[in-house]
Every structure is written in structure tokens, then in C-alpha cells.
């Protein structure tokens, strides 16, 4: 189907070969800034005015409100659901501001792999991405996602260790087994969702980047928190039983990352020397 990619290397509409029917995927050009990269530390400018984003109403947990969580067969996706009164939550960075969407997960089958973006060659086992868009300059979600200075996504890692479970997260994971299959969706209430990031201010990396999926749009701008979140083992077992189809055969939706893509003429910036 003309529509479709997946994750898989050995296919033919793996990340490889996304760019064939996709042509924004293509990382060749020097002018071109695909998402997610290999963050190499040394090569990171620090930048003293880098501003640290603000959080607006991550702390805040509307008492009406809803959050929708989906299977779409690439990820869990949790998009929150406002009454018309509530405020909503936004990160405030370089001037702008950016209204949450929703959020993600890409994660691996094991601690070695799982997240989109890399430190030192590094991965972590999972990489939640708080999808914004900029409201002082577009409409909607949909007209910022193709612009340049369109979108902010915030990338925190998580890694299993912790042996209690996460209290934010857990909010969440337990609802999966509820999304299992593709297409699946239920509701939960709405809660704080700064219980899900690790404490800012800290070292941020940022960098200007796209869409780590098709159609790859090169319109974000990219926060990488640097500093990881622990789950426990249990919660990292709740992702690996989701499955990427109806159910009709058994597979695992699992290592939903994009490999890293060319750096080109970018240059990483962060907040501490
Ligand atoms: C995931 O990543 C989903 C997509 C998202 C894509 O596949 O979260 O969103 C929905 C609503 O399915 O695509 C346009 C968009 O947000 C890419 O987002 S990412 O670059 O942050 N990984
Ligand atoms: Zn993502």
C-alpha cells in the first residue's frame, strides 16, 4: 500500500527507504536537517543565552478534561482533550509559544535501543516526545507542522531500573494492555504531566531537526533533555506487549525508532558549559 512505512530494515518501506515515496526523508542534501541525530557531546556549542524553556500548566490537572490514548500502529499516542475554559499546556522557549498536542513513545526490546536520538552513540530504552506547535504564528496543528519554526517537540528519556513504579507513568502504562492492538483508543483522567519529565532546569540540547516519521517535515525544533527518568521493570514490560496490528497476526510493535540521520551543517546547543 503506497501509504504505508514501518521500522523494518529487511522490507522495502523500512527507514531506508522512506525517502522513495516520502522525498523530505532524504537526510543527502547539505541543506537538509532529518531527525532524530547522534548528539556527540564534545562537538556541542555551548551557548550562554540559550534560555532554558519555561513550562506552562504542566502542572496543572483539569479536573473535566480527558486524555485520549491510541494505538495507531507506530506508537502510543496520548492527545489531551481540553474543555473550552482550561488552560493548556504549553512550553514557552526563544520568545514563542507552544501549545501541546500530544504525546509519544519510541522504545526498544532492550536497554541497548529505543530511542530516536542518541548521546555519544548512546541510546536509552525509551524516548517520549511532547509534540508542540507554535500558536503565535499558525492556526492550527496542521498548518504549523510543514513550516519552518512550526513545531517544538521535547524529547525525555526514559530507562528501566527503578524497582517502584514511576508515579506519573503510571497513569499511563497501565492502560496499554486497554490499546493493545492498532486502532484501539480509550480515555483516562486528566493528571499533571510535569510527573513525567525529569526536573528542568538542566543541560537541554537543542537543535533544529524534523518529524521523525513521514513525511518528515523539516519544522522543529528540538529539545533533547539530557538528564534520564526512571521506570521500573514492570512498566517497561507493559510496552513491550503492545502489538502494531488488529491482532490478525502476532506482531510485537516494538524498536519504533528512526535511525540517527546525517548531522549536515547543524550545530547542537546547550545550556551548560
Ligand atoms: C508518531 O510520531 C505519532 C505521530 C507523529 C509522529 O508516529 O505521534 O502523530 C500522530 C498524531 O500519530 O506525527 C505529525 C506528527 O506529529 C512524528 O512525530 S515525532 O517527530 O515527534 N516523532
Ligand atoms: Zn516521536
Not at 163 to 184: C, D, L, R, T
Not at 262 to 270: H, N, S
Amino acid at each position: 500500500q503506497a501509504s504505508e512505512w514501518d521500522y523494518n530494515a529487511e522490507g522495502d518501506n523500512g527507514p531506508a527507504d522512506w525517502g522513495k515515496r516520502f522525498p523530505k526523508c532524504n537526510d543527502t542534501a547539505s541543506s537538509s536537517r532529518q531527525s532524530p541525530i547522534n548528539i556527540v557531546v564534545d562537538n556541542t556549542k555551548y551557548n550562554a543565552s540559550l534560555p532554558t524553556p519555561e513550562f506552562i500548566n504542566y502542572d496543572v490537572a483539569h479536573a473535566t478534561s480527558n486524555l485520549i490514548i491510541s494505538n495507531n500502529g507506530h506508537t502510543v499516542v496520548v492527545t489531551p482533550k481540553y474543555a473550552s475554559s482550561d488552560s493548556k499546556a504549553q512550553i514557552k522557549y526563544k520568545g514563542k509559544t507552544y501549545e501541546l498536542v500530544q504525546f509519544h513513545f519510541h522504545w526498544g526490546s532492550d536497554s541497548k535501543r529505543g530511542s530516536e536520538h542518541t548521546i555519544d552513540g548512546k541510546h536509552f530504552q525509551v524516548e517520549v516526545h511532547f509534540v508542540h506547535y507554535n500558536t503565535d504564528d499558525f492556526n492550527n496543528f496542521n498548518e504549523a507542522k510543514t513550516e519552518e519554526g512550526g513545531l517544538l517537540v521535547y524529547a525525555q528519556f526514559l530507562k528501566s531500573f527503578a524497582s517502584s513504579a514511576n508515579a506519573g507513568y503510571q497513569e499511563i502504562v497501565p492502560q496499554f494492555e486497554k490499546v493493545k492492538y492498532k486502532g484501539n483508543t480509550t480515555t483516562i483522567p486528566h493528571f499533571k504531566f510535569d510527573t513525567l519529565l525529569s526536573k528542568v532546569p538542566d543541560r537541554i540540547y537543542s537543535y533544529p531537526g524534523s518529524l521523525t516519521t513521514p513525511t518528515c517535515d523539516e519544522s522543529v525544533s528540538w529539545i533533547v533533555n539530557s538528564q534520564t527518568v526512571e521506570i521500573s521493570q514492570d512498566q517497561m514490560s507493559k510496552f513491550l506487549e503492545l502489538k502494531s496490528n488488529k491482532g490478525e497476526t502476532n506482531e510485537d510493535l516494538v524498536n519504533n525508532y528512526r535511525p540517527v540521520q546525517k548531522l549536515q551543517q547543524r550545530t547542537v546547543e546547550t545550556n551548560v558549559p
